[in-house]
């Protein structure tokens, strides 16, 4: 049996702040936004090329805003990805090399952090 992870809640204060960093400056595609009751607005985005999406919306996640730390992003490439970001107005990190692979890190706008790994050669 195959278990695959597709949808990870992301706590947010303003949801169309959000849209419009997740969309308009990291590049996500916007699959999904639909206010279902006055209680709930479900807002799904997918990165490019991922498996998994992110929601974002009311009435969606019961943890605070801002409390989502690490979430990561695999790219081929870090430097087009830190090039991609910083060219859109994302506030990036430098590029940091480690044993374990090549990283930018970010933030969204309620402190949500994202690092984005190239990973190492293998073999």
């Excluded at 969309?23 to 479900?42: A, M, P």
């Excluded at 992110?54 to 996640?61: N, V």
Aim: charged share 20%.
């Amino acid at each position: 049996m195959d278990w695959k992870l597709e949808l990870v809640p992301v706590p947010v204060t303003d949801i169309d702040r959000a849209i419009a960093f997740y969309v308009e400056k990291v590049g996500f595609h916007l699959d999904h936004d639909h206010t279902v009751s006055d209680e709930i607005r479900f807002v799904q985005m997918t990165p490019p090329g991922s498996a998994c999406s992110i929601a974002i919306g009311r009435g969606i996640a019961d943890s605070s805003p801002g409390s989502m730390r690490g979430l990561q992003l695999v790219v081929s490439n870090i430097e087009d990805a830190h090039a991609h970001l910083a060219g859109r107005g994302v506030e990036v990190s430098h590029v940091q090399d480690f044993p374990w692979g090549r990283f930018v890190f970010f933030s969204d706008p309620d402190g949500n952090t994202w690092s984005v790994q190239q990973l190492p050669p293998r073999g």
